[in-house]
């Protein structure tokens, strides 16, 4: 696991994390990075399987190249407020298996909801949830599961009601 806070790097800094050979997380937090924009190679992080974005107040676009992060599973992005869009190339991480977002923009929430203008892009993706807090403390908030295409395909194979509510008190 790495963990980079404070460090206020102003150049993306996966280029130089990218060939850690046994790397499993890696943690992005409170201005780590200022720039304006990530970009994930292919071919980089080869064993990754969780990443955390927290508190990157700069980055506003994230891209994944299609063979990058090839064995990622876990994906949060918490309270980075310019990343108003949800990048697109999240389709191209075929082995995730959640997708959480804490105090992220309206607009890329409303995005991501069910029949939002970006649902096809995490459709593929068995768990998507969203944490509002509702008061003061850090235990006070709500979790919001999102329905997608994959999610619904296993409920209805398990013969149960296909996801129709958005909450479900996760």
Not at 56 to 64: E, K, R, T, V
Not at 106 to 126: M, R, T
Request: hydrophobic residues 35%.
């Amino acid at each position: 696991m790495l963990r980079l806070g404070l460090s206020n790097f102003e150049h993306d800094p996966l280029d130089s994390l990218k060939n850690l050979p046994n790397l499993l997380r890696l943690n992005l937090w409170d201005e780590a990075f200022s720039g304006d924009s990530l970009h994930f190679k292919a071919g980089g992080f080869p064993k990754l399987k969780e990443i955390d974005l927290t508190r990157l107040n700069n980055l506003s676009s994230i891209s994944i190249d299609n063979e990058a992060l090839l064995r990622l599973e876990h994906f949060r992005f918490n309270n980075n407020p310019r990343l108003t869009v949800l990048p697109p190339d999240l389709q191209n991480l075929k082995n995730l298996q959640f997708l959480g977002f804490a105090e992220m923009p309206a607009e890329l929430v409303d995005s991501i909801k069910e029949g939002g203008s970006c649902q096809g892009i995490i459709n593929h993706i068995p768990l998507v949830q969203i944490r509002t807090n509702c008061g003061p403390k850090f235990h006070e908030y709500t979790l919001h599961r999102i329905p997608t295409q994959i999610t619904c395909l296993q409920y209805q194979d398990s013969n149960s009601p296909c996801c129709s509510s958005q909450e479900d008190g996760l």
